[in-house]
């Protein structure tokens, strides 16, 4: 029973013992060895590997791209004073890890820490090439070289944390916000502009359009009533004619014509009422059967 026991506790301790003398190394992953507090190995190759126990000890670390985003959005001015908020995000990974340990002190809080110290870098980065452009050039001519030159002016301050900056990006411009509301109010007044011009340019359109509609209008009118004219004259000139000729054929029978146009044209209405004397009256002579009566005077 006893040397069961003595076997269990032999194996148990072969165990711990081999159990801190290995360690695996994922592919994503760097291990830095330490001895005594001082970084003794750094293994950047994944696998089985070996470490001295009791009197060494390991810290991994991730070897994956980070990405850092920027933490807040500060207004940045312009070269022509005025005042945008970018936000942006930065792509990096570890490149020396002994580098990378003695300036963020390794343990899991290496990578936020790496984050807090090069997020200010950054914003200082971006502030210099900025303030350099116009808002024109910010947004669309130079963006891509905005980003391209904030990434070499990275590389220096990069090299310092351990680290490699893969690449950088502007993910949004904005104004401020008293610029934006500025803005706003200027893009509607502009509109409000075009809208009073386009309305002004067509009210004077329409009066134009109005004018001449109202100056071929009396030009036709006049055409015709010229037309019109002249084709009545037309008209009672060959009435006349005809009457002439119809009359000069028979003047006895024209006169008696013209006498009943006569007394047509006395009572043409019912109430009309004459006061004359048949008998000595001239113009009664024609139903007298005396001849024709004499045409009224108009």
Do not use: C
């Not at 210099?128 to 990275?154: G, W």
Request: glycine share 6%; net charge positive.
């Amino acid at each position: 029973m006893n040397r069961i026991i003595s076997t269990v506790i032999v194996a148990l301790l072969a165990f711990m013992l081999i159990s801190s003398t290995v360690f695996v190394v994922d592919q994503k992953q760097y291990a830095a060895v330490y001895m005594f507090g001082e970084i003794k190995e750094v293994v950047t190759k994944p696998g089985l590997k070996f470490k001295l126990p009791l009197v060494q000890s390991v810290v991994t670390l991730d070897r994956r791209i980070q990405t850092l985003d920027s933490p807040e959005s500060k207004p940045i001015f312009t070269a022509e004073k005025k005042s945008l908020v970018i936000d942006w995000l930065v792509k990096w990974r570890i490149a020396d890890a002994r580098q990378f340990i003695r300036n963020s002190g390794g343990g899991t809080d290496a990578m936020r820490t790496v984050d807090n110290r090069l997020s200010p870098v950054v914003q200082a980065a971006f502030n210099e090439e900025v303030t350099k452009r116009t808002v024109l050039a910010v947004l669309a001519t130079e963006r891509e070289n905005v980003m391209q030159d904030v990434r070499k002016r990275l590389d220096d301050e990069a090299k310092q944390f351990g680290i490699e900056v893969i690449d950088v990006r502007i993910k949004r411009v904005d104004f401020s916000a008293n610029i934006t509301e500025a803005v706003y109010r200027r893009m509607q007044a502009e509109r409000q502009r075009v809208a009073n011009e386009a309305r002004s340019t067509g009210t004077a359109e329409g009066e134009k359009i109005k004018a001449d509609a109202e100056r071929q209008r009396t030009v036709i009118l006049a055409e015709a009533y010229r037309d019109a004219q002249r084709i009545k004259g037309d008209g009672d000139a060959k009435a006349s004619a005809l009457y002439a000729e119809s009359f000069g054929r028979d003047p006895a029978f024209a006169q008696f014509y013209r006498s009943l146009d006569a007394y047509r044209a006395a009572w043409r209405n019912k109430g009309d009422v004459m006061v004359v004397d048949p008998n000595s009256s001239e113009f009664f002579k024609a139903m007298r059967g005396g001849g024709p009566a004499p045409a009224p005077h108009k």
